[in-house]
């Protein structure tokens, strides 16, 4: 038998996602890690009674608001540290001490989705941050703008590199939280009626699950929370259905279930996303949430044809990402002004 004949045998699927994006499933040649973290999947079904769940009948938001971030280092640089930091065993002939940092840029976003606008920015707002564990760090001007120093406490069990991205993935989080704290404020004047708006986050929910009526939108997987025989469920999930509420327990708790998007069908995984609310409201409001997901979220999934991150990457988040981007600014022209501000 030949390699075409053999081929024309096997039935295959081809992840949509771009691979520069790595894969909707994380870990996909080994299946996604198990998890130890603490899971109550009864809070709406019984595990005995679990059962993909359809679209129910549930009235729209007054506005959906879709919040998203961005970040992009502009430059590593050193910074020296003074003749009292150096060890004391260092020669005097070698150079000076230095520290490693990251310079950079980050913006958040709202794009407001209401029916007097359609859908529309509504809040942005951007930084520029120096980002060290030298403790001799100051503020870095530019012509570009000003890079504001963030000293994060070394820590010397766990890898710089990371360290600092860390830290300014927090600086990143706080500006998201700024920004739709500032979006429900600017939605006066939309005549979308007080408290019926809702709020989602384009990533976990961690740091905002104080924020009312708020979701978070994670679209790819690395983790199977679920014990085995509910985990194996998702994969039979059809478009626009999703698994009942669970809560889930890990660092920090919340409420959280899976759903499929409208997609091609193909992988097992598919167009599958996992969302997230608050763990300390009630099941039934948890649950009236999971059912808003499932009618508001299907109309914003992308297309394959025009988005390689099809369906997760909603339409709002993409166009509010390529916004933010623009706005931080020409990437070489900041990375000129770095060096600029450093020759002088």
């Not at 012509?143 to 000293?151: D, L, N, P, S, V």
Request: glycine share 6%; net charge neutral; hydrophobic share 40%.
């Amino acid at each position: 038998m030949t390699s075409a004949a053999q081929a024309s045998r096997i039935r295959f699927h081809v992840d949509g996602w771009d691979p520069t994006y790595g894969s909707s499933v994380e870990n996909a040649e080994n299946g996604i890690d198990d998890s130890t973290a603490k899971v109550t999947p009864h809070i709406e079904l019984a595990p005995a009674d679990w059962k993909p769940i359809s679209p129910s009948q549930v009235s729209a938001p007054g506005a959906v608001l879709f919040v998203d971030g961005v970040r992009r280092v502009e430059a590593r640089i050193w910074i020296e540290q003074p003749p009292s930091a150096e060890p004391a065993t260092r020669p005097s002939n070698e150079a000076r001490h230095a520290l490693m940092a990251l310079c950079a840029s980050y913006a958040a976003g709202t794009v407001c989705c209401c029916p007097d606008r359609g859908a529309h920015l509504l809040t942005t707002d951007y930084r520029r941050g120096l980002f060290t564990t030298a403790t001799n760090a100051v503020d870095v001007p530019t012509t570009a703008g000003t890079y504001k120093a963030h000293i994060t406490p070394d820590d010397q069990d766990q890898n710089l590199a990371v360290l600092l991205s860390t830290a300014l993935q927090r600086q990143l989080t706080d500006l998201e939280v700024l920004v739709a704290t500032h979006a429900r404020t600017a939605l006066t004047g939309h005549g979308v009626p007080e408290d019926s708006d809702l709020l989602v986050v384009d990533g976990p929910l961690r740091g905002r699950t104080h924020l009312p009526r708020a979701l978070g939108f994670i679209k790819s997987h690395r983790t199977a929370y679920l014990p085995p025989d509910l985990h194996a469920m998702i994969a039979t999930l059809a478009s626009s259905e999703r698994t009942p509420v669970f809560l889930m327990g890990t660092s920090w708790d919340r409420h959280a279930w899976y759903m499929r998007l409208p997609c091609t069908p193909g992988a097992p995984w598919a167009g599958v996303v996992r969302l997230e609310c608050a763990a300390d409201i009630s099941a039934s409001e948890a649950i009236e949430l999971a059912n808003l997901s499932q009618v508001v979220l299907p109309r914003y999934a992308s297309i394959e044809y025009k988005d390689t991150r099809a369906p997760q990457n909603l339409v709002p988040v993409a166009g509010l990402e390529r916004e933010l981007r623009r706005r931080m600014g020409n990437p070489v022209l900041l990375s000129r002004a770095l060096r600029v501000a450093a020759a002088g």
